[in-house]
């Protein structure tokens, strides 16, 4: 089984910074070093959207919305993965979730359809 916990969440004021985490719990013999790793964001009213993802080897793949302001990360060691989340602005404001899937690659990485294992949430609001 594999449990995921976000935290780092927060109210920051537009053109901050702030760096969500994401701990894996896994129990058993599950083994997550290939896994896809990845965060989405939500707001009520909308559809999830990924925001970028984490290939196995270290691929990043972010979405439109993040390139040039966003990086994700992860520490194997620590079993966590990050946001660096750089010049927000209000429209960043939603839920944000980490998800992974078994998968070291592949397509539609930034599809929340293709993650089975997802966390809680961490609200982000930033402020004008």
């Known amino acids: 089984q594999v449990q995921l916990a976000e935290s780092g969440g927060g109210s920051v004021q537009a053109g901050g910074s702030l760096k969500p985490s994401c701990v894996y719990v896994?129990?058993?013999?599950?083994?997550?070093?290939?896994?896809?790793m990845s965060w989405f964001r939500q707001v009520p009213g909308k559809q999830r959207e990924g925001v970028a993802g984490?290939?196995?080897?270290?691929?990043?793949i972010y979405a439109d919305s993040a390139k040039g302001r966003f990086t994700i990360s992860k520490d194997r060691y620590k079993n966590t993965q990050y946001l660096q989340m750089n010049n927000l602005t209000p429209e960043d404001t939603a839920l944000y979730y980490c998800?992974?899937?078994?998968?070291?690659?592949?397509?539609?990485?930034?599809?929340?359809?293709?993650?089975?294992?997802w966390g809680q949430g961490t609200q982000v609001t930033v402020f004008s």
């Open positions: 998800a992974t899937r078994e998968r070291a690659s592949g397509t539609y990485i930034l599809s929340p359809r293709e993650y089975p294992y």
């Open positions: 984490i290939e196995a080897y270290g691929t990043t």
């Open positions: 896994v129990s058993g013999a599950i083994d997550i070093s290939m896994n896809t």
